[in-house]
Structure formats: structure tokens, C-alpha cells
């Protein structure tokens, strides 16, 4: 194991605490979606990206998007643990007024780079972001969570074609590989296997993980970073729901509300009060 | 002086735009272009000859180049995106509202091809008309629709100089020269271009003001008198003005190279009821699609030609009377 990791695997303990609470606070959102990236974005905000939390428009920073925006409940617990903003902000989420909306949105919430939600655009949009570094002749790096599902959505092939033809080297993207969509498992509902092979014919560096664990995340992210003439893919195998052994690999909490009983559960196994 | 020329000229409103570009862009370069495989027909070697890193070009997916637009314009760029104007604003349409408009960002979407005088040869699939009405509905949005080439070339540095998502319509690059060179272009205004009198107003937007101007010439010589309004920003929409001349005039006829639901005709019929009642004949494509032709031609078949709005403005100054 890295030395990095086991401070990872403490945070990422801690932000899935933020997740359970903040969904049950709110009597709403997708716990299942949130939980399987919960240990991509520690790595990403914890360890790998260049931000500074007092200066979130900071033009030099790396750039993140989470083009399955509806697992913003661990996006904004990193974020608010990064420091973005307050850690009080969390239980707010999804309430008038408040900054941290259903999904993600780029002028309401310190620290999002993009608004996203509707699927499919992390790619294109990382790739216009990764295309504009490279005129302002900016060495940052443009990270991209997209869900395996999402691979449905014809515009993310469209940007993957373009990006590979623009060599655009600084743009990584995860595929959060859990094998669920809304409606059942992926290769029931829409048939795609072999995630990796498109990204290759198109002309995108690949590799394949264990989306869970830190040392495979971090030794894959170094690879992809020291590729410059090609975008990478970072095929993430996750367990939808991990960290909570009640919702591990169960599609009924894509989009479930933990009620006291399960909180209170959930907490203790991840230890806490 | 009213700046009107004899309109026998043609000018392309495509190649003023890629002039306009070139007269900002010198001083700043956050200025780009995006296209989808729709470089030749935007007629811009001239900008990517003499700015070759400021310009991408996506390949034909019109969704895609929209959302790298926004990924540009989120790190301070200022893209236009241009292509015909029918895939932008509804094959891309989502990618506009939620990922342009929602953010706020400063992507400028330059459509090609708008109305039946853009795809005079292609047919309906290249046309568009309905795109003042999805862009109309969509927060924040600015909305401009030049009248000829000259304009276009003031637009679109106009634009330049906004914050924020903005539309403006191009037509197929055959459009009448209407202004001279020293016509301004106000951002916003709707402006009064002729002023015979109080009988009935006449608004229109693009390059068929001139079926308009050429109406209103002939109705004032037959006694009716007209107020002939230009209403090239469709949004935000100079509500003043038009509430005025319609308190003047309590009847309007608005001419446009559009489905009359959703565009100038539904402005002004929103103006109508929300401020200043007055009657009103909406000329423009009936709620039916177009079909390939010559444009001037297929303007008189649809109903769009300088007799019909004479005979609209009749009808209502006849109302007048009975009343």
C-alpha cells in the first residue's frame, strides 16, 4: 500500500458519513451513485488536484467535473472538507436558498467548476476546458467523473471522438464503472460490455481499475498524466452503494432515503456516533 | 436622413460577421470560434488564416460543440459558435439552455441559415423558424436578428462586448443591402425607421424589413400612414418603444421570416395585452412548414410579401373606422 493511503481511507470514511446524513437530512438524492465515487474524488481532492480552496477561481487550478451530477452529495462533502466552503452548508442541500442545489451548478457553489446533471456533457465540456488550457498556454489538468450508464448518451461519443483528434492529453476522465443504471443492470437495460474498447478505437488512452482502491487510483492517475498526446480513460470498477454494507450492489438505493434507523446504522458501522 | 438605401444591392450577412469578428478581435483575444465542420460555410478563412490557434473545429456534432463552447467560455473565452442556425438551436438545444444559458456563460451562437431566406435551396430541414420562439423561452438569452450585412458586421461587435449567451440569425449570405454604412446599430432598441403617420404600425425583424419599408412606401401613397418600426433585438426587447407607437397607433401588423407563434409576432402580442391594447395581424408562416424555392418567391407564396401587409394594415385601419 502507498504511504499516501491510509489518510485517504479515513476521509473517504468521512465524507461517506457526510453523504448518508445529508441525504437523509434532505429526504432526498441518489446515495447508491454517490457512494461508488466517494473514494475517486478523495483521491482526486485530497491528494492529486491543484486547488486552492481561498481562491476557487484561481485560473492555473485543475479543473473537475462531475458529469454524473447526481452524485453531488460526496462531491459537495469533498469539496466542503477541502474547505470550499463551510461543512455546515451540508444538511441545506436541495433546500430553497440554499447553495448546494439538486445537482451541481457553477456560480452557486465555491469549488464547482461546472454545472452538470443532465448526462452525458462532463466530456465535452472537460474537453473545451482542456482546449482553452492549452491557448492560455496552462499546464492544468481537466478530471471528469462520468457514470458507466451515461455511456448511453451520443454526445459523450461525439466528444470523445473530437478530443482524441484535438490530442487532448490533459483531459481524464473515470468511468465509474458500478454496473447499475436507474433501471436495472447496464448490460440488461442498454447492452454495453467492454467499456474500455470504444475509448481505445477512438484513439484514448486505457486502463481499468479497482475504483476502491487508493494505491490502483493514484498509480493510474500518475500514467494518465504523463500521457500528452492522448485523452485518458480511467475505467473505475466500483461497487454501487460502497462503504455501507446494506447499500452495496442493491439498485433500490439509486435513489432512496435513509430513514433514523438506517442512519443510525450506517454511522455506526462507519464509525462514528 | 434615414440611413435607408435604394435596396437594390445584396450583400452576405455571413461574410460581415467574420468581418465584425476581425474588427474586435485584434484587441481581444479572448475571442474564438467553434465550428462543426461548418468553417466553409461560415466563409472564415479570413479569421482562421490570420488567428489559426483561435478556432476549433468539433466535426459535424453540433450537441458536442455547444458543450465545448460553455468548457471554453467557463475558463473566460469568448467562442461564437456558428453553424446553421436549425442545429444549434434544436439539435443543441439542451446543450444552450442548460450548459449556456443556466451558467450564464459568454457563448455567442452565430446561426446560419435562419428562415426561409437562409435555406432557400435546401429546404426545410435547413431552414429554421421556430428558433426566435426556443430561444425567446430560455432565461437571459439575448436575441439578435440583423437586417442586412452592415448590420450584421455592428452586431456582431456589439455582441463581442456583452456578457452572457447571445443568438444572432444569419441568412444564406445573399441578403438585400436596406442601411447605409452610416446606420448605427443600438443593442436593445427597436427603432422607428419611418414615421408617415398614426394610422397603423408595422414592426419587422431580419432581412424582410425590406418587404416592409417597400409597404409602408406604398401605403403612404395611397394616404394610409403608417409607423414602421425595426425590431432587430427580439430580446430584451425594447418594450418602451413599442408600447409607445402602439399607444399611438391601437393597431399593428408585424412582418417575419418565422412560425408567427413564438416570435416578434408573439412579443408584440405580449406588449399588446400586457400594456397597450391595440388590434393586430401577425404576418409570417402560418403554423405550416415552408418547401425549396427562390425566397423571394417563396415569401409571396406564404403570404409575406410587401401586398400582404398592405392589405393587413388595411383591414385593421378599416376596424378603426367601424369602431
Known sequence: MRPEVPPLIEKARLLRRDVFSMIHQCGDGHPG????????????????????????????????????????PSYYAALARRGFFPVDWLPTLRKLGSPLQGHPVMKKTPGVDMTTGSLGHGIPIGAGMAAAGRLAKLDYYVYVITGDGEL???????AVQSAAHMKLGRLIAFVDNNGWQSGGVIKD?????????????????????????????????????????????????TVKGKGIPFTENDNAWHKRVPNKEELAAALKYLGGS | MDHITAMDKIASTREAFIAGLLDVAPDDPKICLVFADSLKAARATP?????????????????????????L???????????????????????????????????????????????????V????????????SIAGMDIVVPADAGQVRKATR???????????????GREPVIFDDAMPFDFGKARVLREYGTDAAIFAVGPILKRAILAAETLAKEGIKTTLVEVHTLKPLDQDTIAEVLRKTRAAVTLEDHNIHGGLGSAVAEVIAEREPATLIRLGLRDVFAESGDAELLFDHFGMGAPHVCKAVKQLVARKRKS
Open chain 1, 33 to 72: 451513485a454517490a457512494l461508488s465515487i466517494t473514494d475517486l474524488l478523495t483521491a482526486l481532492y485530497f491528494h492529486v488536484m491543484r486547488v486552492d480552496p481561498q481562491n476557487p477561481d484561481w485560473p492555473e487550478r485543475d479543473r473537475f467535473i462531475l458529469s454524473k451530477g447526481h452524485g453531488c
Open chain 1, 152 to 158: 448511453n448518451e451520443g454526445i459523450l461519443w461525439e
Open chain 1, 189 to 237: 437495460v442498454s447492452g454495453l460490455t467492454n467499456l474500455a474498447a470504444p475509448f481505445a478505437a477512438f484513439g484514448w488512452h486505457t486502463q481499468e481499475i479497482d475504483g476502491h482502491d487508493f494505491s490502483q487510483i493514484l498509480d493510474a492517475i500518475e500514467k494518465a498524466k504523463a500521457e500528452f498526446e492522448r485523452p485518458s480513460v480511467i475505467i473505475a470498477h
Open chain 2, 47 to 71: 479569421f482562421t488564416e490570420k488567428y489559426p490557434d483561435r478556432w476549433f473545429d468539433v466535426g459535424i456534432c453540433e450537441q458536442n460543440a455547444v458543450a465545448f463552447s460553455a468548457g
Open chain 2, 73 to 123: 467560455a467557463s475558463t473566460g473565452l469568448k467562442p461564437f459558435f456558428n453553424t446553421y442556425a436549425g442545429f444549434i438551436t434544436m439539435r443543441a438545444c439542451e446543450q444552450v439552455r442548460s450548459f449556456v444559458a443556466y451558467p450564464h456563460l459568454n457563448v455567442k451562437l452565430v446561426g446560419l441559415n435562419g428562415g426561409i431566406y437562409g435555406g432557400e435551396r435546401e429546404g
Open chain 2, 125 to 136: 430541414t435547413h431552414m429554421v423558424f421556430e428558433e426566435f420562439g426556443i430561444l425567446r
Open chain 2, 158 to 172: 456589439a455582441l463581442a462586448q456583452r456578457e452572457g449567451p447571445g443568438y444572432m440569425r444569419l441568412g444564406s
